[in-house]
């Protein structure tokens, strides 16, 4: 059974930093695409970025240049870190792995705030 547990979310100030985490259980996920989506209130998910099994990156305009996601075969685990945080920043930021079909982490609230 494919789990995927992300942390690392909270609240931060505008202009700061957090990094979020996912490990992923139940497959064998290095051939496999993995990454984030977020969604705000009242907004469709999103996706942020996301890294395939060669290491390439796809990076949603609004995260590019502040965050940089990475994956470790490994120990099953993507980061996602996120630099110069904005409100509009804030939402719930769900892990998946495209292992067939997409499966999904249960989300971390980010909440950028002052």
């Known amino acids: 059974q494919v789990q995927l547990v992300e942390a690392g979310g909270g609240l931060v100030q505008p202009g700061g930093s957090l990094s979020l985490s996912c490990v992923a259980s139940?497959?064998?996920?290095?051939?496999?695409?993995m990454g984030w989506y977020r969604q705000a209130p009242g907004q469709q998910r999103e996706l942020v970025a996301a890294?395939?099994?060669?290491?390439?990156?796809n990076y949603a305009d609004f995260a590019k240049g502040r965050f940089t996601i990475s994956r470790d075969d490994a120990k099953n685990t993507v980061w996602l870190q996120m630099n110069s945080l904005k409100p509009e920043d804030t939402a719930v930021y769900y892990c998946?792995?495209?292992?067939?079909?997409?499966?999904w982490g249960k989300g971390t609230l980010v909440t950028v705030s002052s």
């Open positions: 998946f792995v495209n292992y067939g079909m997409n499966f």
């Open positions: 139940g497959g064998a996920f290095s051939p496999y695409a």
């Open positions: 890294v395939t099994s060669g290491g390439s990156t």
